[in-house]
């Protein structure tokens, strides 16, 4: 018995328990190992001699899938998401990769507490790829329309493949979650006004807000000096 994955074109002799049966023997092999580098597509070949010469070959593909999808981010989406907030949104780019075909995929956002089911086709696109015998990946392009409102946005793509395993990016710790703040934030400035003070010492106060977060605040204070004093002689 030999087998190989779709991730290494080597082909590994196979053992495991044999019994003999009626003009021949039946050969029972070890489970799979239970981690996620084990999920793979593989062809396994057997390969059977008889003591006249005589050889038959037969060979069969499956694929071993107990931990499901994984989703990779594009160059732009991951830095877009490090991010976190941001005054205009961009499309998303994601790829799901599955050793198996899906058999229902789905996204949809929450917006600050509120969900909403995205559509294929006028919402997003999918552009699928990989064959018989190779991983399959799902390319998600998800519109930046969608995000024209401001506020929190949580992005969440469900699938299940033909394991019947269900999964989303949620699971995997592939978190999409922006802020789109369109709106700048505001100052008020009170205790003083534009005018002359003749004084030792003025309390003011400076009240700053933003819709989402503030990123830093620079106060600056400039000391113009308008001219020398005359001197008469």
Known sequence: LLASSAASDVYKRQSGNRTNIA?????????FKHDEETDDVYTMTAVIKDKAG????????????????????????????????????????????????????GISYGLDGTKKELKAGSDYTVKQSGGEGSWKEYTYTIKKENFEKEGRYSVTIDSEDKATNKMNNKVKECNIDFVIDKTPPTVVITGIEESSYRADEREMTINLSDNTAVKCVDVILSLIHISEPTRHA
């Open 54 to 105: 005589n050889e038959t070959e037969k060979e069969v593909m499956f694929s071993v899938n107990r931990f499901g999808s994984n989703y990779i981010f594009s160059e732009t989406t991951e830095k877009f998401l490090d991010d976190v907030y941001a005054n205009k949104p961009k499309d998303l780019v994601v790829t799901e990769v599955n050793v198996d075909s899906l058999v229902f995929n």
């Open 23 to 31: 003009n021949g023997e039946s050969i029972k092999m070890e489970d």
